[in-house]
């Protein structure tokens, strides 16, 4: 069985930093696929970004050059830090891994807001 459990989420000004953990626990594949994205109330969730094994990462547009992924295999752990943030990224942030079967966090609030 695999879970995830997001954190790091909050309130943070316009223009502050926050940086998301993902902690994986269970039967992970070391070539899964992990990656973040977020929702907002009556949206689709969206990809916010992905990092493969070896480490090649993709982002959003409106997250590149503001975030950045990093996971760690030894730790079964995923971090997306955020900078630069604006209102627009307030969302719930969920990690999920994709090893033939998807597997999604319980989500982490994020709220950019003055």
């Known amino acids: 069985q695999v879970q995830l459990v997001e954190s790091g989420g909050g309130l943070v000004q316009p223009g502050g930093s926050l940086t998301l953990s993902c902690a994986a626990s269970?039967?992970?594949?070391?070539?899964?696929?992990w990656g973040w994205y977020r929702q907002t109330p009556g949206k689709q969730r969206e990809l916010v970004a992905t990092v493969t094994r070896s480490g090649m990462t993709n982002y959003a547009d409106s997250a590149k050059g503001r975030f950045t992924i990093s996971r760690s295999n030894a730790r079964l752990m995923m971090d997306l830090k955020m900078t630069s943030l604006k209102p627009e990224d307030t969302a719930v942030y969920y990690c999920k891994i994709n090893q033939g079967m998807e597997y999604w966090g319980q989500g982490t609030q994020v709220t950019v807001s003055s």
């Open positions: 269970g039967s992970i594949s070391p070539f899964a696929n």
